[in-house]
């Protein structure tokens, strides 16, 4: 069965840093575009940053937090990562990472299955 786990969550102070892991199960994930997405307490999910598929890889951010947060993949072990950096307290989510169409960033649309999600807290 295809499916992300998604992993690296936890609670941080603001400033502090955090690596997600996504980790595909049944799946070859060096094929696929993946984007990372996160949903707010009471706020509708939003794409958070997109890495592209093959040798020529692309990456895209939304604005919010570019500068602090970059997206990696090691296909190797099927992993991508999100290394988030100078954590706000705007960036509390929960945060997933999915499948995207397309073979280069920003992509087309996310598609499968949505993962249990890593929560992030970022307080003091």
């Known amino acids: 069965q295809l499916h992300f786990v998604e992993s690296g969550g936890g609670l941080v102070q603001p400033g502090g840093s955090l690596r997600l892991s996504c980790v595909a199960s049944?799946?070859?994930?060096?094929?696929?575009?993946v984007g990372w997405f996160r949903q707010a307490p009471g706020k509708a999910r939003e794409e958070v940053s997109c890495?592209?598929?093959?040798?020529?890889?692309?990456?895209t951010y939304t604005d919010s937090v570019k500068g602090r947060f970059t997206v990696s993949r090691d296909n190797a072990n099927n992993t991508v990562y999100l290394q988030m950096n100078g954590l706000k307290s705007e960036d509390t989510a929960i945060y997933y990472c999915?499948?995207?169409?397309?073979?280069?960033?920003?992509?087309?649309?996310?598609?499968?299955?949505w993962g249990q999600g890593t929560q992030v807290i970022v307080s003091s």
């Open positions: 999915r499948r995207k169409t397309g073979t280069s960033c920003p992509g087309g649309l996310s598609f499968g299955s």
């Open positions: 049944g799946l070859t994930l060096d094929v696929y575009t």
């Open positions: 890495i592209s598929s093959g040798a020529g890889v692309s990456t």
